[in-house]
């Protein structure tokens, strides 16, 4: 079974940047996608930024590409995330998950599905301003 763990989350002020970190255990499918979702107290689930583990393609949600970066370290296991220039509505807590449509998941290709494949606990992003 998948295993996966968050890090790196933290309180910051707006401009600053965080770098969140995902770490894996078990087997990890070459075709799976790993990606990010973050929510908000009364907000829905949204994408953030996703990878493909096999190919290493990001994929990221609108309005994220131009201070997110998401990568993988293939030999950490560990899929990251780095948020510059974090902004007050940044402030969520930010899941990852691994599955096979959790690039599509990301992009808004398909719908969230929290019962699908692997989830970590969550780490939270505050950002003041």
């Known amino acids: 079974q998948v295993q996966l763990a968050e890090s790196g989350g933290g309180s910051v002020q707006a401009g600053g940047s965080l770098r969140l970190s995902c770490a894996t255990s078990g087997v990890i499918q070459r075709r799976a996608c790993m990606g990010w979702f973050r929510q908000a107290p009364g907000k829905e689930r949204e994408g953030v930024a996703g990878?493909?583990?096999?190919?290493?393609?990001?994929y990221y949600a609108d309005s994220m590409k131009d201070r997110f970066t998401v990568s993988y370290d293939r030999d950490k296991k560990a899929m990251l995330l780095q948020m510059n220039n974090l902004k007050p509505e940044d402030s969520a807590m930010y899941f990852c998950?691994?599955?096979?449509?959790?690039?599509?998941?990301?992009?808004?290709?398909?719908?969230?599905?929290?019962?699908?494949?692997?989830w970590g606990q969550g780490t939270q992003v505050t950002v003041s301003s």
């Open positions: 990878v493909h583990i096999g190919t290493e393609r990001p």
């Open positions: 998950a691994a599955a096979d449509l959790v690039c599509k998941m990301v992009v808004g290709d398909e719908r969230i599905q929290t019962d699908l494949g692997a």
